[in-house]
Each structure stands twice: as structure tokens, then as C-alpha cells.
């Protein structure tokens, strides 16, 4: 089965750059969809398609995804961004959606 | 305005069936670019996807939990309907639908109900 795998753990200064990795092989050739989770709270999709943002969500989101490591980029972090962050594709090959362990960001 | 929202019971006993029903609203089950899926998290850990239905009634289970999993829709009152047997304590989680958008051969998640804590004790 096809595995994604995320850093448990992120810290980062307020105003600076968070990069958040997803790791999965040759993950390039599909497409990364991200999510974040504040406590409590129902995830929201925060980019797809490795790097388009739905309406709402700050410039200060952004993705890529290339060979075997998908990574969002939030840019000048606020303390509002500290929550887990998620990636997520569909394995077409065995028609599963598979999500990564999750990363939780934190402000310092 | 996109809205979905879960429900079904709080409390379950070892070995029962689970039966969750997610209401959606603002779309209809029968667009051909949307489909419903089912995804839980236990507490303090990560997101598991369940199963999925589109609008053509085409359904995907998880793997490891297909034996146990039953999807279906019906369409003319807006809502999806899981079924999950034989629970077991380590089924304690919140459980969320979501609305899948489809796009060329990819799909994601863009709306997600609210979500109901299911626990499984006797």
C-alpha cells in the first residue's frame, strides 16, 4: 500500500517560513492535496493539486511536488497558522486515498 | 451554501453496528463531478479515510476495513449513509464526511461536515 510520510513535528519563528514535507515514492506523478486542522475543528483543504489554493485561503500558502517529496510552504507565519497539517492523494493503482501522519506546526 | 452534517449515535457497544448518516446540502449527490466520503480520527491521532460514493453509485473501501464497511446514498433525500460492523473499542473516533470535488483523474476533499465522536464501550 502506498505510505506518505510527514515530520511530526515543525517549529518556526512568527514571520518567517514554514516548509512542511510529505514524503512518498515518486509522489511527483500525482497530485498532493493539503489540509489543516486546528483543535477541535474539521479540517480545511488549504491547497490542491500540489499547489492551487481554494478561495480564502492566504497567498501565504503554497505547494509544490517533485520525485518523492511534496512540501507546503507558509510564508510570514502567524500564530493563527499553528495547527496539524495534513497531505493526502488518491493511489489510483489500488483505489485507496491515503492521507500522511500529519505535522503539527508550531509558533513560537 | 455547502453544508454537511453527521449523525448517528454517541455510544456503541463492542460488537454492534455502527450506522452514521451525513445530510449534505448546497449540492446534489447527483452531480457528476462530486461524490461523498467517510473519514475518521481517533483521538489525539491521524486522518483515515473509510470509503467514498459518487454520483453514479461507483463506492471505494478502505483496505483494511472493506470486510466491515457499507456505503450507500440516496439521492432524493441528500444523503450518505455508512454502516460499520462488528465495532470494537479501537473504532473510538470522530467521524467526518466530506464532499469530494473531481477533477481530471484526481479528486480531494473541499467540505467537511463538523464531525461526530463515536465511542465504542460496553
Known amino acids: 500500500s502506498y505510505v506518505l510520510t510527514q515530520p511530526p513535528s515543525v517549529s518556526v519563528a512568527p514571520g518567517q517560513t514554514a516548509r512542511i514535507t510529505c514524503g512518498g515514492n515518486?509522489?511527483?506523478?500525482?497530485?498532493v492535496h493539503w489540509y489543516q486542522q486546528k483543535p477541535g475543528q474539521a479540517p480545511v483543504l488549504v491547497v490542491y493539486?500540489?499547489?492551487d489554493r481554494p478561495s480564502g485561503i492566504p497567498e501565504r500558502f503554497s505547494g509544490s511536488n517533485s520525485g518523492n517529496t511534496a512540501t507546503l510552504t507558509i510564508s510570514r507565519v502567524e500564530a493563527g497558522d499553528e495547527a496539524d497539517y495534513y497531505c493526502?492523494?488518491?493511489?489510483?493503482?489500488?483505489?485507496?486515498?491515503?492521507f500522511g501522519g500529519g505535522t503539527k506546526l508550531t509558533v513560537l | 451554501q455547502v453544508t454537511l452534517k453527521e449523525s448517528g449515535p454517541v455510544l456503541v457497544k463492542p460488537t454492534e453496528t455502527l450506522t452514521l448518516t451525513c445530510t449534505v446540502s448546497?449540492?446534489?449527490?447527483?452531480?457528476?463531478?462530486?461524490?461523498v466520503s467517510w473519514i475518521r480520527q481517533p483521538p489525539g491521532k491521524a486522518l483515515e479515510w473509510l470509503a467514498h460514493?459518487?454520483?453514479?453509485?461507483?463506492?471505494s473501501y478502505s483496505t483494511s476495513l472493506k470486510s466491515r464497511l457499507t456505503i450507500s446514498k440516496d439521492t432524493s433525500k441528500s444523503q450518505v449513509v455508512l454502516t460499520m460492523t462488528n465495532m470494537d473499542p479501537v473504532d473510538t473516533a470522530t467521524y467526518y464526511c466530506?464532499?469530494?470535488?473531481?477533477?481530471?483523474?484526481?479528486?480531494?476533499?473541499?467540505?467537511w461536515g463538523q464531525g461526530t465522536l463515536v465511542t465504542v464501550s460496553s
Open positions: 466530506a464532499r469530494i470535488l473531481l477533477y481530471w483523474s484526481a479528486f480531494y476533499f473541499d467540505y
Open positions: 493539486d500540489d499547489s
Open positions: 460514493i459518487f454520483s453514479n453509485d461507483e463506492k
Open positions: 448546497g449540492f446534489s449527490l447527483s452531480n457528476a463531478r462530486m461524490g
Open positions: 515518486n509522489i511527483g506523478s500525482k497530485s
Open positions: 493526502q492523494v488518491w493511489d489510483s493503482s489500488s483505489d485507496q486515498v491515503v
